[in-house]
Every structure is written in structure tokens, then in C-alpha cells.
């Protein structure tokens, strides 16, 4: 089955330095990835998502990388603000957002700390 | 629009006793969802549902049973709750723009 690897578990940036956050998955028949921030005591929340047939997405501050031949993607943060801390997860899915019910495999979280 | 509303927030259960978590949602969503979060694991899936009527195993589905009787609503079940079952459980569906998860259910399992 799927299984994702998230790295690093804890990240600590200085206010206004970029953040990078990678994530390997196994399956190759994935191609739906996104990624969620959850600020402590709350729920996950979607912020930014990538499909296989993109390289790269753009939001904001926010960016995400896919590279599908090594199975891998990253999320970028830029300029990073006090609220940016929280714990994000990536997460993959065999069958896309629907396929296979729409099922996401998540990696085990980074918790990212900004320090102002 | 209340989105995805989980009941209850917190419980404290004993061993072996059972209860039922409630996942309500009003957005017209087919596809619902349980996962339990456990610190540096992340969220792993139990079960989950692609429309009324339907439910499947998801990767962790062992000491735990769903319904879907009706499209707004997915039931956890836990029949005799074992320490191990003390967790954070979400509730989540997906719609259009990904998934939605509910506020979470805090279960300590004595």
C-alpha cells in the first residue's frame, strides 16, 4: 500500500526566513497531494494541493514542488510569520481526490516554530 | 452551513465500555471519512464511506465499526474500547475543493 515520509519531524526558522518541508511517496499511481496545517488543539485544514500533471503550484507565500520521478514533494513557505507556526501534514492519494474514495495517506507532521 | 460536526468533543471511557461517535455534514458530500491522530503518527484512516449505505476498511480498522444508514451522517462505533483506543478522532468529507475535517472527538480510554 501507500505509505508517506515526512520530513524534518520539527522545524525552527527565524521570522522572515523561508521554510521547506519534503514528503516521499511510495505508490506511483498517486497523483493528488496536499498538504494541511493545524494549529494546536484545532482541526487540519487544506491550504494548498497539487496534482500529478503539475509541477508546481503557487499560492501567496505558499508554494508546493512535485517531482514524479522521484516521488517526492516539498512545501515552501517564504517569509515566514509567528502564525505560520503549527504542525503541517502532506498527504498522497492512490486514486486522486475521488478514485478509490477518495482515500489520503498522510505523512507524520512537521512542526514548524517561528520565532519572531 | 455548519460543515462537518463531530459529537461529542471529549469522553472519558473505561475499559471495555462502548460508545458511538456522531459525524454530521451538510454540504451534499458521497464520501466520509474517520481517522484517529496519535502524536508523530499522523492521521491514519479507519474506515470510510463513498455513499449511503456503503463502508470500507481504511488502514487501521481493527476494534472499530461504521455505519452510513443515512448521506449526512457517518457513526463510529467502539464495542468494548481498549486503552489503546485513546486517541484524537476526526471526522472528515470530501467535496470539490478536498477534504473538510470536523473539529475532532478527544477520547481517553481508561
Known amino acids: 500500500g501507500e505509505n508517506v515520509e515526512q520530513h524534518p519531524s520539527t522545524l525552527s526558522v527565524q521570522e522572515g526566513d523561508s521554510a521547506v518541508i519534503k514528503c516521499t511517496y511510495s505508490?506511483?499511481?498517486?497523483?493528488?497531494f496536499p498538504w494541511y496545517k493545524q494549529e494546536l488543539g484545532k482541526r487540519p485544514q487544506l491550504i494548498i494541493d497539487?496534482?500529478?500533471?503539475?509541477g508546481e503550484k503557487k499560492d501567496q507565500r505558499i508554494a508546493v514542488t512535485l517531482n514524479k520521478t522521484a516521488k517526492h514533494f516539498s512545501l515552501h513557505i517564504t517569509e515566514t510569520q509567528p502564525e505560520d507556526s503549527a504542525v503541517y501534514f502532506c498527504?498522497?492519494?492512490?486514486?486522486?481526490?475521488?478514485?478509490?474514495?477518495?482515500?489520503?495517506?498522510f505523512g507524520q507532521g512537521t512542526e514548524l516554530s517561528v520565532k519572531p | 452551513n455548519a460543515g462537518v460536526t463531530q459529537t461529542p468533543k471529549f469522553r472519558v471511557l473505561k475499559t471495555g465500555q462502548s460508545m458511538t461517535l456522531l459525524c454530521a455534514q451538510d454540504m451534499n458530500h458521497e464520501y466520509m471519512y474517520w481517522y484517529r491522530q496519535d502524536p508523530g503518527m499522523g492521521l491514519r484512516l479507519i474506515h470510510y464511506?463513498?455513499?449511503?449505505?456503503?463502508?470500507a476498511k481504511g488502514e487501521v480498522p481493527d476494534g472499530y465499526n461504521v455505519s452510513r444508514l443515512k448521506k449526512q451522517n457517518f457513526l463510529l462505533g467502539l464495542e468494548s474500547a481498549a486503552p489503546s483506543q485513546t486517541s484524537v478522532y476526526f471526522c472528515a468529507s470530501t467535496g470539490a475543493r478536498g477534504k473538510y475535517f470536523g473539529a475532532g472527538t478527544r477520547l481517553s480510554v481508561l
Open positions: 498527504a498522497a492519494s492512490p486514486g486522486g481526490v475521488y478514485n478509490q474514495g477518495g482515500k489520503l495517506i
Open positions: 497539487i496534482r500529478s500533471n503539475v
Open positions: 464511506s463513498v455513499g449511503e449505505g456503503t463502508t
Open positions: 505508490d506511483s499511481a498517486s497523483n493528488y
